[in-house]
């Protein structure tokens, strides 16, 4: 009697069952979502003017940013002119280099008022900043 032999060697299945595959990646992604903190940056919004021969600047600076609603920013804090005049007169300031942000739609009068300030003070370092147009 001969019996038959079966040659047919079964290499895993036939089909994959990606049911579970796809409940942990789900389980993955509402974790995640629920455990991260969406924490936006504040900052203070400014389109600088654009200027063909502006220069890069590698300094450590005291920033003041003046907005389009002509709200003044000492080194990202809201301040005042006596304010900025009280920062301004401090003996560690004198020596560096001031640096105006202004918006395009800002008072002119504004960033005049603040070099007339910077010069009052003897400060003589004082910049402009600008994108550099292209």
């Given at each position: 009697?001969?019996?038959?032999?079966?040659?047919?060697?079964?290499?895993?299945?036939?089909?994959?069952n990606?049911?579970?595959?796809?409940?942990?990646?789900?389980?993955?992604?509402?974790?995640?979502?629920?455990?991260?903190?969406?924490?936006?940056?504040s900052?203070i919004?400014?389109?600088?003017p654009?200027?063909?021969?502006?220069?890069?600047?590698?300094?450590?600076?005291?920033?003041?940013?003046?907005?389009?609603?002509?709200?003044?920013?000492?080194?990202?804090?809201?301040?005042?002119?006596?304010?900025?005049?009280?920062?301004?007169?401090k003996?560690?300031?004198?020596?560096?280099?001031?640096?105006?942000?202004?918006?395009?739609?800002s008072?002119?009068g504004?960033?005049?008022d603040?070099?007339?300030?910077?010069?009052?003070?003897?400060?003589?370092r004082?910049?402009?900043?600008?994108?550099?147009?292209?």
């Amino acid at each position: 009697m001969k019996f038959k032999r079966h040659t047919k060697i079964s290499h895993g299945f036939e089909q994959i069952n990606i049911a579970p595959l796809v409940d942990v990646i789900f389980q993955l992604l509402i974790f995640f979502m629920l455990s991260s903190s969406f924490v936006f940056q504040s900052g203070i919004k400014v389109k600088l003017p654009k200027a063909i021969t502006s220069e890069i600047i590698k300094e450590e600076n005291l920033i003041i940013t003046i907005t389009s609603e002509n709200v003044m920013y000492i080194n990202n804090t809201v301040g005042t002119m006596k304010s900025l005049n009280a920062e301004l007169a401090k003996k560690e300031n004198k020596d560096r280099l001031i640096l105006i942000k202004a918006d395009r739609r800002s008072s002119l009068g504004r960033v005049i008022d603040i070099w007339d300030l910077c010069r009052e003070l003897g400060i003589e370092r004082v910049n402009i900043a600008t994108n550099q147009e292209k």
